[in-house]
């Protein structure tokens, strides 16, 4: 039981163990510190008494003690007994025949809500935001443009002199280059061509392609759930979007060699994107060991046409979000120095996804 606690008391999550009437049997250190209690004094207690707005926290326990599944609940706030407001990920898990009286394990981590791009309903609304001006303009753009590059084939043909056609040859090839830029800012905009699909058959498509790019010098680590069911997706554009993604950490890093990536993929319960709740969800977590997105980027890395690369568009992820949206799905990052994170959430029944 010593070493039990020794190991619970070094993992960085906050871990409470509850008995069935919800009385505290243990309380790791991460939790203490997280909650601002002692274990000493809150053993024994209710664990109605460790906030002082328990109700939040009390709701999903009496929902796990009762359906006697798993539950987890992101970006919640509890209100700490000194008043303090904290917001974190929480996940209750049943436990069942435990030998030592525990019925409930919560698992309790912080959210720095500043620095990971949030799953808020406002996040959401700002990129629609986002797209329906891109879409304004790309529309404001292509018109004029088609007529730019109409009277200029017109004014060519009527050209007294054959070499002026050079000029007219640059408008329209200019006009070209920012048609398809205007494109590519709307992203794939073909209907989604939903298939039963398995998750891990798009990431080894992915792995072949980044392992030719870097001439087979890329480290890929995968960390594969293979219980993960067949769920609809379009194939073509997961690809597309997961390759983004697992291309700018080839990018970023110093060198193919050293650059590492690591795939893996998780079931998820109780997937909620906005307001929509998905009881099955699945997750796929992206992470490198390159030097980390530029911090001046963090906060709009999922912006179209912003980069950090001297060649790059800015389009990578923008697509790759916009592409995970349309499966009505989440698409976020974390990144520090050494370690970068993408996490892709996919609701599995997908009722929600759109398919215009
Ligand atoms: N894994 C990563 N590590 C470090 N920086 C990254 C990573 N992924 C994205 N970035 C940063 O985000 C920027 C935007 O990426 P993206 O939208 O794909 O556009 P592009 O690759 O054309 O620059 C990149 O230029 C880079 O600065
Ligand atoms: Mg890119």
Known sequence: MHQDQDILDNISTGIIALDAQLCVVALNAAGQALLEISETRYVGCHARQLLLQPDNLLHGLQQVAREKSPLSQRGISLMLLGGQEIHVDMMVTPVSESQCDIALLVEIQPVDRLLKISREEGLIHSQETTRA?????????????????????????????????????????????????????????????????????????????????????????????????????????????????????????????????????????????????????????????GPGVPDDLLHAVFAPMVTGRADGTGLGLSIAQSIINRHGGLLECESSPGLTRFTIQLPMECKNAQTD
């Open 133 to 289: 001006v891109i879409r304004g303009l790309a529309h404001e753009i292509k018109n004029p443009l088609g007529g730019v590059r109409g009277a200029a084939q017109l004014l060519a043909r009527a050209l007294p002199d054959e070499s002026l056609t050079e000029y007219t040859q640059v408008i329209i090839r200019e006009a070209d280059r920012l048609r398809d830029l205007v494109d590519r800012l709307l992203g794939p905009n073909q209907k989604l061509n939903l298939q039963q699909r398995n998750i891990h058959e798009v990431l080894e498509h992915v792995c072949n392609l980044i392992t030719a790019e870097s001439n087979n010098q890329v480290t890929i680590v995968r960390d594969y759930d293979p219980s993960l069911p067949e769920f609809p997706a379009d194939r073509a554009q997961m690809v597309q979007a997961v390759l983004n993604i697992v291309r700018n950490a080839l990018q970023a890093a110093e060198s193919p060699r050293q650059c590492q990536i690591t795939l893996r993929t998780r079931a998820q319960r109780q997937l909620t994107v906005g307001a929509v709740r998905h009881r099955l969800g699945c997750r796929v977590d992206i992470i490198d060991n």
